[in-house]
Every structure is written in structure tokens, then in C-alpha cells.
């Protein structure tokens, strides 16, 4: 079984700070997506990455995947009280039309507060 | 287009009673899951169909059953509830195509077992 650790649990911090959440695992994913989810909805798809080393940005949201595609991290710079919400990172290992069917591994979630 | 749509959004049994939820999607997806979402653990997949009367078990099956007798719909049953079964239940689905990664979520059914 893929295991997926996130860090930090929770996050509470003041508008205009910057902060990074983690996402290890010990095992190699083909892709690494990351969710945002709000009180009372479901997850919604921010990124997806897929080669090691790769970085993608979406406007003050930074995402990594490490160059073994074992880790990933989301970085928020001068984070804003609309950024509040459960962010998850979520691993996918082989590919959809195969044997994986596309199913996913999550992370136990981060919940990210920012106080204006 | 809805999108993905489950019912009922709440529900509160009894140990022992059992339901059903009902996961609806209008885009065509061939792959359907089942998670549960629990504080400080994430969302564990429960079952997973990747076509029409196919069905598979994912990571937490005890306890549930699920059914895809229509493409669009994909059913979970809890046939006697217990309290371990208090959770908030998502549906997702998912293009079968390579290029298409994204799994669509419902809103969620927040289920409570006395």
C-alpha cells in the first residue's frame, strides 16, 4: 500500500505570510495532484505534476515535485484569508488506462487558516 | 451539466439500519469511486467501478457494497450500519483517457450512526 504523509496538520497564520506544506511518500508516484476543498464540498483539482523536478505555479501558488517523484510540496506566497481550506495532496502510481484505473492515495490533508 | 451529484446530503441511522447512497455523474466517465473522509486521515478509496456492471474493492471495502448497473450511476450500500461507518462519503469520476487526470468530486453525504 502507497502511504502518503502531509505536513503540517494544520496551519494558522496572518495575511501576507508565506508558508510550505509537504507531501512524502516512500514510494515513486507517476503523478502528484493537489486539491483544495471547502467547508461542506468535495475536493477541486489545483495541479497536476508529473515529471521529477517539475514546478508549476497558479498566480501565488507554487507546486514542486521532487526529482525522484517521491515528494512533492505546495508553497503559498503572502497568503490571503480566501486561500483558508483543507489542501490535500493525493498520489496516483502507474497510468489510468492501465491496471491503476486512476485511482488515487491521499494525504491525511492540511488545513490551512489565514487570519486577515 | 451537474456534474457529479450525490444523495442524500445528510442522514442519520440507527446501528443496524442500512441505506444506500446514490452517486450521479453527467459527463460520460467511465471510472466511478467511492471514498470516505475522515478527520485528520484524508479520503480512503472504499470501491471503484471503471465501467458499466463492473466493480472493484479499493482500500476500506468491509462493511459496504456498492453497484453500476447504469454508466452515469454508482451505488453504495451499507446493509447493517455500524458506528464506524460515521463519516462524510464522496463520490468522484474520471475520464478514462490518459490525458484527463482530474477526478470530479460530489459534494459529499455526511452520515451519522448512532
Known amino acids: 500500500t502507497q502511504l502518503l504523509e502531509q505536513s503540517p496538520q494544520f496551519l494558522s497564520i496572518q495575511e501576507g505570510e508565506n508558508l510550505t506544506v509537504y507531501c512524502n511518500s516512500s514510494s515513486v508516484f507517476s503523478s502528484l495532484q493537489w486539491y483544495r476543498q471547502e467547508p461542506g464540498e468535495g475536493p477541486v483539482l489545483l495541479v497536476t505534476?508529473?515529471?521529477?523536478?517539475e514546478v508549476k505555479k497558479l498566480k501565488r501558488l507554487t507546486f514542486q515535485f521532487g526529482d525522484a517523484r517521491k515528494d512533492s510540496s505546495l508553497h503559498i506566497t503572502a497568503a490571503q484569508p480566501g486561500d483558508t481550506g483543507l489542501y490535500l495532496c493525493?498520489?496516483?502510481?502507474?497510468?489510468?488506462?492501465?491496471?491503476?484505473?486512476?485511482?488515487?492515495?491521499f494525504g491525511q490533508g492540511t488545513i490551512l487558516t489565514v487570519h486577515p | 451539466n451537474a456534474g457529479v451529484t450525490q444523495t442524500p446530503k445528510f442522514r442519520v441511522l440507527k446501528t443496524g439500519q442500512s441505506m444506500t447512497l446514490l452517486c450521479a455523474q453527467d459527463m460520460n466517465h467511465e471510472y466511478m469511486y467511492w471514498y470516505r473522509q475522515d478527520p485528520g486521515m484524508g479520503l480512503r478509496l472504499i470501491h471503484y467501478s471503471v465501467g458499466e456492471g463492473t466493480t472493484a474493492k479499493g482500500e476500506v471495502p468491509d462493511g459496504y457494497n456498492v453497484s453500476r448497473l447504469k454508466k452515469q450511476n454508482f451505488l453504495l450500500g451499507l446493509e447493517s450500519a455500524a458506528p464506524s461507518q460515521t463519516s462524510v462519503y464522496f463520490c468522484?469520476?474520471?475520464?478514462?483517457?490518459?490525458?484527463?487526470?482530474?477526478?470530479?468530486f460530489g459534494p459529499g453525504t455526511r452520515l451519522t450512526v448512532l
Open positions: 505534476v508529473v515529471t521529477g523536478g
Open positions: 468522484a469520476s474520471r475520464s478514462r483517457g490518459e490525458g484527463t487526470d482530474t477526478q470530479y
Open positions: 493525493a498520489g496516483a502510481w502507474g497510468h489510468a488506462g492501465g491496471t491503476s484505473y486512476g485511482k488515487l492515495t
